[in-house]
């Protein structure tokens, strides 16, 4: 038992952490703030203000938003922005994942907030400061998706679909790693299967993080072979797609949460832009008026 017991030490803090995050996330999906805010509040208290503690307060930050509670939402964004500011003094984001998901967190919740109150520019020239600060992956696909969200739909696609002039282009961007991206799939397969014969071209781009088991280091080699593999296992109703390697147009097109569709016209002007989950109805809807 004596051998046993300094693993048991190591673990139960990281355990702990992670279920309070779960924990805040949950009473979030349920509309339930002030439980979120009091389990983070004695997070807190006992752990002091560590990376889990900004991150569960960031959470809280996207919660009041998303339940319209702009105010709270504000205070939430300011008390994560200094303590993130206070911990990248001391610990690396690279290294430290909850660290790196409160500072794209705030930075996000932000944006949201002074686009919601009008002030979309100011929005958009603070995300784009940060996203010339920003090194970490990561948190470059995140502020990359919200500039996104903001400005992109309307607009030339920023980067040319070869072998698809003068067709509309509907992009899955995935990866290996996402478990809401396979459950895309099928939705993908049957819209493939009703609108290729009118034109519609579907790509499936993807990009490598250097993991395989989002862990321990991998070979650009060995993490190809993986993405096959996925490809093959988990993306059968899409043989044939292509399915590139291609790092540029994943941050482009800021893809931080994945799945994330873009669907482009004969014109190459971007008309949907959507980081997340689609029904076939709702895509298909989209789909139609330019084919």
Not at 45 to 64: H, M, Q, V, Y
Not at 153 to 180: M, N
């Amino acid at each position: 038992m004596r051998l046993f017991l300094p693993v048991l030490v190591l673990l139960l803090p990281t355990a702990l952490c992670a279920q309070t995050i779960g924990e805040v996330r949950m009473k979030i999906s349920a509309g339930d703030l002030p439980s979120a805010d009091a389990i983070t509040d004695e997070f807190c208290r006992t752990n002091g203000p560590n990376s889990e503690c900004a991150d569960a307060i960031a959470w809280l930050a996207r919660g009041a938003f998303v339940l319209g509670d702009h105010q709270q939402a504000r205070l939430y964004v300011d008390r994560a922005r200094q303590m993130t500011s206070d911990l990248v003094k001391k610990l690396d984001p690279e290294r430290d994942a909850y660290l790196a998901a409160a500072l794209g967190a705030v930075i996000e919740v932000d944006a949201k907030l002074l686009a919601s109150q009008g002030a979309t520019d100011k929005a958009i020239a603070m995300l784009q400061t940060e996203l010339t600060h920003s090194k970490l992956w990561a948190i470059q696909a995140r502020i990359q998706k919200n500039i996104d969200l903001l400005t992109l739909e309307g607009k030339p696609a920023p980067i040319a679909e070869t072998g698809a002039t003068g067709k509309a282009v509907l992009l899955f961007l995935w990866g290996h790693w996402c478990s809401d991206c396979t459950g895309e799939e099928p939705v993908i397969a049957r819209i493939r299967e009703r609108y290729q014969a009118k034109g519609l071209v579907v790509i499936a781009p993807t990009r490598r993080r250097g993991t395989i088991d989002g862990e321990h280091p991998s070979t650009p080699d060995e993490e190809n072979a993986e993405i096959e593999r996925v490809w093959k296992n988990s993306y059968a109703a899409l043989a044939g797609i292509s399915h590139p390697i291609d790092q540029e147009k994943m941050l482009v097109y800021g893809v931080s949460s994945t799945p994330t569709l873009v669907l482009i016209d004969r014109q190459g002007i971007v008309r949907l832009y959507c980081p997340f989950r689609l029904s076939e109805s709702a895509l298909a809807r989209k789909i139609e008026p330019l084919l």
